[in-house]
């Protein structure tokens, strides 16, 4: 069974202060995405990383994939309120529902941005 | 056009109703996702339709049936469930590109309440 582990899963933070999330796991991910959710609203996706040592920048948001595609981070540089949600990791295991390689997700990390 | 709708986005229905939650998704995309989303958990699997084919049912009560009548819709069927199957209900859809995969795109959701 593939593991996805999410970290932290709680975040509260003043507007301003940077923050990094953690998505780790022991098997090989053919490709990983990040994605925001609303209460209430599905998940929207930020990026997808699919080459081992990529980085993805986003505006204030910066995506990175391990070398070996077992990890990856966001990071948030000078955090608004509006950056308020949370925000979920899913890894796409090849071999796991065939070719298309269906998602699994972490836990999710709440952050909260105070103003 | 990155759009998945999903219908009802509310839905309240009692233990005998018979009622079913719609799909649509018009980005050619081959594979189409059902999850399901208790509050505070991450998205979980339900099923997963390759080429209009069920290829994958997460083991899955049978009063949930999932259908999908053409590439661009998907179903889900709902008779005779019970409260703790009140949820968000996430419909999903990608491409399919071999052993490449790609970024699943989330409709709204259905929130679903059994009385």
């Known amino acids: 069974t593939q593991l996805l582990e999410q970290s932290p899963q709680f975040l509260s933070i003043q507007e301003g202060e940077n923050l990094t999330v953690y998505c780790n796991s022991s098997?090989?991910?053919?490709?990983l995405q990040w994605y925001r959710q609303e209460p209430g609203e599905g998940p929207v996706l930020l990026v997808t990383?699919?080459?081992?040592?990529e980085v993805k920048k986003l505006k204030r948001l910066t995506f990175q994939f391990g070398d070996a595609r077992k990890d990856s981070s966001l990071h948030i540089t000078a955090a608004q309120p509006g950056d308020t949600g949370l925000y979920l990791c899913?890894?796409?295991?090849?071999?796991?529902?065939?070719?298309?390689?269906?998602?699994?997700f972490g836990k999710g990390t709440k952050l909260s941005v105070k103003p | 056009d990155t759009e998945v709708t999903q219908t009802p986005k509310h839905l309240v229905m009692g233990m005998t109703n018979k009622k079913s939650l719609k799909c649509e998704q018009h980005?050619?995309?081959?594979?189409m996702y059902w999850y399901k989303q208790k509050a505070k958990k991450p998205p979980e699997l339900m099923f997963v339709?390759?080429?209009?084919?069920?290829?994958i049912n997460e083991s899955v009560p049978s009063r949930f049936s999932p259908e999908c009548p053409n590439s661009s819709l998907l179903n889900l069927h709902l008779h005779a469930l019970q409260p703790e199957d009140s949820a968000l209900y996430l419909c999903?859809?990608?491409?399919?590109?071999?052993?490449?995969?790609?970024?699943?795109?989330f409709g709204q959701g259905t929130r679903l309440t059994v009385v």
């Open positions: 999903a859809s990608s491409q399919i590109t071999g052993q490449k995969n790609t970024e699943a795109f």
């Open positions: 098997s090989v991910f053919s490709s």
């Open positions: 990383v699919v080459t081992g040592g």
């Open positions: 899913a890894g796409a295991f090849l071999g796991y529902g065939g070719s298309q390689g269906n998602l699994i």
């Open positions: 980005m050619g995309h081959r594979a």
């Open positions: 339709y390759s080429y209009e084919k069920l290829s």
